[in-house]
């Protein structure tokens, strides 16, 4: 595996997963977790993650016309979030994958797929 690592993260569950007023206003929230990404993509997250990194945000429902930055860039599911987040996985086979979500069924179905997946304390940690 040559490529940079992909993280991929489930907007709408990260976002969901601290219960700081986010449903007042979605876009705006998933806008503030894009921003607290972007330093990953050169960063990294410690020595769980080492840079470059290619981070990937998915979005849906309200949050759905956030635009992406150059460190991260915003995919708008046009459906299901989880759909769209399977689809990032299958489509990158030959690279390191990780998913962040805590969503049980997505993690069991990216998985299976040969993604590492993490919960959305992880970010916070790292």
């Known amino acids: 595996m040559t490529e940079n690592p ?66 991260v860039r915003v995919v708008s599911a046009p459906g299901s979030g989880d759909d769209t987040v399977v689809e990032l996985v299958r489509a990158a086979p030959q690279r390191r994958r990780l998913v962040v979500t805590a969503d049980r069924e997505l993690r069991e179905r990216v998985t299976a797929l040969g993604a590492e997946v993490y919960g959305p304390r992880w970010l916070r940690e790292s």
């Open 6 to 71: 992909l993280l991929i993260v489930d907007g709408a569950n990260v976002v969901g997963s601290r219960p700081n007023g986010w449903w007042r206003d979605r876009a705006g929230a998933a806008a503030r977790l894009r921003d607290a990404l972007a330093p990953v993509a050169a960063e990294g997250l410690s020595a769980r993650l080492t840079a470059p990194v290619d981070v990937v945000l998915v979005v849906e429902g309200a949050a759905r016309d956030v635009p992406g930055i150059d460190e």
